[in-house]
C-alpha cells in the first residue's frame, strides 16, 4: 500500500495571505488528522475528519480550518497567515474500522511565512 | 485536556548500549500510547505501541512498558545502533482521539 502523501511539501507565503494543504491517506483509511510540528510548541493537534465531519478539534484559531472530500483525501487551510504559522504540517491517516488505533504519517508541507 | 511530558529532552548513548525514554500522563482515562521516530526531513513512524490493558509489549529490540497506576510510560531499546538516532515522541490519547504529543527526545547513538 502507498503510504500517507503531502503536497506541496514546500512553500513559502506572505504575511496576511492564505494556503491550503493537502493530504492523500492510505488507501482504505477514513480518518485524517492534522498536526502543526513547531520547535518551540512540539507536535500540536490540528483536527481530526472522519467521513468528512470533523470529529475532534485542537486549540487552534479559526483561521485554521479543514475539509474532507468523499475519497477521504484532506485538505487544510491556514488564512490571514502570520509569521507564526510557519511549521511543519503534518497529515495522518487512521483505519477506523476496527479496533486499532494507529496513525501513520505523511511526509508533511514545510510552511515559510515571510 | 492531557498533558504528556516526555524526558530527557536528548540522551547519547555508545552502539550497543541501552535506551530509555520515560514519559508521563495527566488522563487517567487515556487507553492507547504509541511512540514514533522522527528522522531528519520525515514524518514521524509508528514503532511500538501499548493499550492500557497491557503492562509490556515487546518487538525486537524495542520495548515499551505501562504503569497505569503512577501513569507513566516507558521507551526501552537494547542493543543500540547508529540507525537509531533520531528524535523520539512519546504520545496519549482516549481511543486513538485528539493525540497529545511529549516534546520529543533526541537520541543519538554513538558507533
Known amino acids: 500500500k502507498a503510504g500517507v502523501t503531502q503536497t506541496p511539501r514546500y512553500l513559502i507565503k506572505t504575511r496576511g495571505q492564505q494556503v491550503t494543504l493537502s493530504c492523500s491517506p492510505i488507501?482504505?483509511?477514513?480518518?485524517v488528522s492534522w498536526y502543526q510540528q513547531t520547535p518551540g510548541q512540539g507536535l500540536q493537534f490540528l483536527f481530526e475528519y472522519f467521513s468528512e465531519t470533523q470529529r475532534n478539534k485542537g486549540n487552534f484559531p479559526g483561521r485554521f480550518s479543514g475539509r474532507q472530500f468523499s475519497n477521504s483525501r484532506s485538505e487544510m487551510n491556514v488564512s490571514t497567515l502570520e509569521l507564526g504559522d510557519s511549521a511543519l504540517y503534518l497529515c495522518a491517516s487512521s483505519d477506523t474500522s476496527g479496533s486499532t488505533y494507529e496513525q501513520y504519517f505523511g511526509p508533511g508541507t514545510r510552511l515559510t511565512v515571510t | 485536556g492531557e498533558n504528556v511530558e516526555q524526558h530527557p529532552s536528548t540522551l547519547s548513548v555508545q552502539e550497543g548500549d541501552s535506551a530509555v525514554i520515560k514519559c508521563t500522563y495527566s488522563d487517567s482515562a487515556s487507553n492507547y500510547f504509541p511512540w514514533y521516530k522522527q528522522e531528519l526531513g520525515k514524518g514521524p513512524q509508528l514503532i511500538i505501541d501499548?493499550?492500557?490493558?497491557?503492562g509490556e509489549k515487546k518487538d525486537q529490540r524495542i520495548a515499551v512498558t505501562l504503569n497505569k497506576t503512577a501513569k507513566h510510560f516507558s521507551l526501552h531499546i537494547t542493543e543500540t545502533q547508529p540507525e537509531d538516532s533520531a528524535v523520539y515522541f512519546c504520545a496519549a490519547s482516549i481511543w486513538g482521539d485528539d493525540m497529545r504529543f511529549g516534546a520529543g527526545t533526541r537520541l543519538t547513538v554513538k558507533p
Open positions: 501499548i493499550r492500557s490493558n497491557v
Open positions: 488507501s482504505g483509511h477514513r480518518s
